[in-house]
């Protein structure tokens, strides 16, 4: 049984920073790209970031470019989302995700579809 769970939400002013985490089990961890999504009331949910199987490359959304930096520690079965200089569009539920590739080296997944499984999200929010 796969499971994803994150942790690290909170709540936040404007200008702070907070790290996400997930722990994988029930998988291969370095077969799957790994990624964050959010999903802000009343929208879609949206890729953040994502990383290869290597943890070599980096996928970012425009929006949280320089900001955010997403990693894997492949020993631990984690991947963190490190994320700065928060504002009020950064609030949202964040959703760690795994889909699986045979590429070791890039980041090919960038819609919900690609990623099949997920964890249970957690909630960020930026008060301004």
């Known amino acids: 049984q796969v499971q994803l769970v994150e942790s690290g939400g909170g709540l936040v002013q404007a200008g702070d920073s907070l790290t996400l985490s997930c722990a994988a089990s029930?998988?291969?961890?370095?077969?799957?790209?790994m990624a964050w999504f959010r999903q802000a009331p009343g929208e879609e949910r949206e890729i953040v970031a994502a990383?290869?199987?290597?943890?070599?490359?980096?996928y970012y959304t425009d929006s949280v470019k320089g900001r955010f930096a997403i990693s894997r520690d492949s020993a631990k079965n984690t991947v963190s989302l490190e994320m700065k200089t928060l504002n009020a569009e950064d609030t949202a539920d964040y959703y760690c995700a795994a889909g699986r590739t045979a590429s070791l080296y890039l980041v090919p997944l960038k819609t919900q579809s690609d990623y099949r499984y997920w964890g249970q999200g957690t909630q960020v929010t930026v008060s301004s």
């Open positions: 029930g998988l291969t961890f370095r077969n799957y790209v």
């Open positions: 990383v290869s199987r290597s943890g070599d490359n980096q």
